[in-house]
């Protein structure tokens, strides 16, 4: 595709604002402990700029500035999904790494990806049938069994209801695998399993600009994505999401239920 150099050059830059954002201003939004900051403002604005320069006729869907809503024109034609920090947590308590993340959907489905890293200078990257790189070299999921792996795990940190299940799930896929990890950010849990650090990812509620990027980078290095029922993703909006690397062939017995 002709344009996902551009992006990337674009998810580069953004990296750059966050690295460079000193003691940012932070606000709070509804949920537990569910904040923005002015950086993630300022990140979503580029990339809305220069996306839009790209590619005109696009829609944007993004976390900040009430841009959050799924509209069924978004399921038309070309719309961007941006998470402009996945990990605002992390970047607000200097707990590494945040990413920016980038998803171009084309008639509702997911066509390119983008999920930079700027800590490490790690860059993911998808295009739908192509394969998924990581800094332009492929990368393949792992095809370890489960036991022979890590599994990682989000806590839907702003859905108190959903913390029980969370860690009774949990609970039980600790001695099924080597042990388990939380990062603070979804779209860098996914892209763990599509680089093979991870084997599974679960998380029972992410939004879409959460996983639009990642689970297309992750599919396309042979992961198996789903919700909890073991349905394709919808990307329509907020979801559970279970991110199997290749070895992992079957879904956990423990994973019943779900949002
Ligand atoms: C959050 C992170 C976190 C996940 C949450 C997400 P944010 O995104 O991805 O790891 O557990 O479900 O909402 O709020 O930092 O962009
Ligand atoms: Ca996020
Ligand atoms: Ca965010």
Same mark, same amino acid.
């Given at each position: 595709?002709?344009?996902?150099? !551009?992006?990337? @050059?674009?998810?580069?830059?953004?990296?750059?604002?966050? #690295?460079?954002?000193?003691? %940012?201003?932070?606000?709070?939004?509804?949920?537990?402990?569910?904040?923005?900051? !002015?950086?993630? @403002?300022?990140?979503?604005?580029?990339?809305?700029?220069? #996306?839009?320069?790209?590619? %005109?006729?696009?829609?944007?869907?993004?976390?900040?500035?009430?841009?959050?809503?799924?509209?069924?024109?978004?399921?038309?034609g070309y719309c961007f999904v941006l998470d402009p920090i996945d990990g605002t947590s992390n970047f607000i308590y200097s707990y590494r790494p945040s990413v920016i993340s980038i998803a171009l959907l084309k008639d509702g489905q997911p066509y390119a990806a983008v999920v930079y890293n700027p800590y490490d200078d790690m860059l993911f990257s998808a295009i739908k049938g192509e394969g998924a790189y990581l800094n332009g070299e492929r990368i393949m999921s792992s095809d370890a069994p489960l036991s022979d792996g890590l599994a990682v795990f989000g806590t839907a940190p702003y859905y108190a209801e959903l913390q029980e299940q969370t860690f009774e799930i949990a609970k039980r896929v600790l001695p099924l695998c080597v042990d388990l990890r939380r990062s603070g950010t979804a779209a860098w849990d996914m892209c763990c399993v599509a680089m093979g650090s991870c084997n599974l990812y679960f998380e029972l509620r992410i939004q879409l600009w959460d996983y639009a990027a990642a689970a297309l980078i992750a599919s396309e290095a042979g992961c198996v994505l789903t919700d909890m029922e073991q349905r394709p993703l919808s990307y329509k909006g907020p979801t559970s999401v279970v991110c199997r690397a290749r070895g992992v062939t079957e879904m956990p017995e423990c994973f019943g239920g779900g949002a």
């Open positions: 595709m002709m344009i996902i150099n !551009e992006i990337k @050059e674009l998810a580069k830059e953004a990296g750059q604002i966050l #690295l460079a954002a000193k003691n %940012p201003k932070i606000m709070e939004k509804s949920g537990h402990a569910n904040f923005c900051t !002015e950086t993630d @403002e300022k990140i979503q604005a580029f990339l809305i700029e220069g #996306l839009t320069g790209l590619l %005109p006729e696009a829609s944007f869907l993004g976390e900040e500035d009430g841009l959050d809503v799924f509209s069924e024109k978004m399921g038309e």
